[in-house]
């Protein structure tokens, strides 16, 4: 037990001196002359920053048709200087900035997409240094961050051990199911390269979200016979048994802790208020921190499915037919966690700490799952002040002292993590 103890303090003394180790280097980039100078061009580069961004606030990028922002996000990055800058077959943008060899390869990423329908009025609203308009911050911001932090680096002429791959990626609101990140992961030509993933992607600058939070999506479809309201009455319904199963969803009993979260975001089906519904459907989304409560519940959702149909086919006629369910997976999100005394969420501590802000440590679902879930050191962290994301009223403040602030946060970890010299 002696040994034991011994060892443990051995081992939080180490941890807590790798710790300082990273506060120190951080503090020395930011101390030094390269890094005031790109501070000095951030504070000058910010009107830019607010046109790129209302510029490309106006874009609308529903899901799955990110295409026409991202082809003006495209040339945006060719106007940085990058090297390779394309458009893979998923619909991601991209660019590399070359380092000089022997650190991790580092991507940055800020998504593309909103969770707005085409059509939504996306034209910007300005009240002060406020801006308002759906998607506005969520993830745009992190776009027009992310511009403004490379221009920051090339006028400064850091130059870094490793290369940098800085992308506008596709996919992640809802039904997007990270497709983006999973593509440039999983197949890209960058698969089995990237070391170190950067997200921007919340509001907070002191928030850093190393924790992934585990989701399952499906999309329940129960079919029937069908017929006339009155003349066909008492056939069974897809109706009947998708209100059963959600009334029997509802009474399920999750933890608070580790907090498991399920809802019905969607429900569609039937053709008219007189016809018992051939087919009708419902969206379920649900969530937990631990990847064994995840499975618990949906097991129980599964079970409950079974049950809807089954008391349906028991209660009413099947003479022209059964209820039948089809359960389709819509979306799969990993979950996993980057340890805090991992080198990245060290030196994002660091850089957040160094502006006096009090770090965080989150759990949340947003494109770092996937590097996560495959052992690859990602974090999550925060693009600027803003709030009401996913409504139309959806806002961010760009007043220039908190804005420059936190592109130089921003600028500050990515040094970091790309070792930069």
């Known amino acids: 037990m002696k040994f034991c103890s011994i060892a443990l303090a051995a081992l939080l003394t180490a941890s807590s001196a790798t710790a300082q180790s990273r506060d120190g280097a951080v503090q020395k980039i930011i101390a030094g002359n390269q890094f005031k100078t790109a501070a000095t061009f951030l504070d000058g580069d ?9 510029t490309l606030t106006e874009i609308p990028a529903p899901p799955f048709k990110e295409q026409k922002r991202a082809a003006a996000y495209l040339e945006m990055l060719r106007d940085l200087g990058l090297s390779d800058v394309e458009k893979d077959e998923e619909g991601n943008v991209m660019g590399l900035r070359k380092g000089t060899g022997g650190g991790p390869m ?6 593309l997409d909103t969770v707005f329908p085409e059509g939504t009025d996306v034209k910007v609203k300005r009240s002060g240094t406020r801006l308002m308009a759906p998607g506005i911050g969520d993830d745009t911001r992190a776009l027009a961050l992310l511009l403004t932090v490379v221009r920051a680096m090339n006028a400064a002429k850091f130059e870094t051990a490793s290369d940098i791959l800085f992308v506008g990626n596709v996919g992640e609101e809802g039904e997007g199911d990270l ?12 698969k089995g390269r990237i070391q170190r993933f950067i997200s921007i992607d919340g509001g907070d600058q002191g928030s850093i979200t190393n924790g992934a939070l585990g989701s399952k999506r499906y999309r329940v479809t129960f079919k029937g016979p069908g017929g006339h309201s009155y003349g066909a009455f008492g056939l069974v319904s897809p109706a009947f048994a998708m209100g059963n199963a959600m009334t029997k969803l509802s009474r399920t009993v999750v933890p608070k802790s580790p907090k498991t979260t399920f809802n019905v975001g969607v429900v569609s ?5 007189n016809s018992i519904p051939v087919d009708m459907s419902m969206d379920v989304d649900m969530r937990s921190e631990s990847p064994e409560e995840l499975r618990k519940l949906v097991e129980s959702f599964q079970r409950v499915v079974r049950e809807a149909v089954d008391e349906e086919n028991k209660t009413r006629s099947t003479a ?4 039948a369910a089809d359960v389709k997976l819509i979306g799969d999100r990993p979950p996993g966690e980057t340890a805090l005394s991992s080198s990245l969420v060290e ?11 009090k770090p965080t440590y989150n759990i949340s679902s947003t494109d770092s799952n996937i590097p996560i879930s495959m052992g690859v050191e990602a974090v999550t962290i925060g693009r600027g002040p803003g709030g009401r994301s996913h409504s139309l009223d959806e806002w961010t403040d760009v007043e220039k002292k908190s804005a420059v602030q936190a592109a130089e946060v921003a600028l ?4 970091g993590a790309a070792s930069a010299r």
């Open 347 to 357: 030196i994002t501590t660091a850089a957040v700490k160094a502006y006096g802000l």
């Open 269 to 273: 089906g039937g053709t008219s208020v």
């Open 179 to 190: 497709r983006g990140v999973k593509y440039l992961l999983q197949k890209g030509k960058y």
């Open 412 to 415: 500050a970890i990515v040094l």
């Open 320 to 323: 022209e037919g059964r209820i």
């Open 106 to 111: 580092l991507a940055l990423l800020a998504h």
């Open 46 to 54: 910010y009107d830019r920053f607010v046109r790129e961004l209302i």
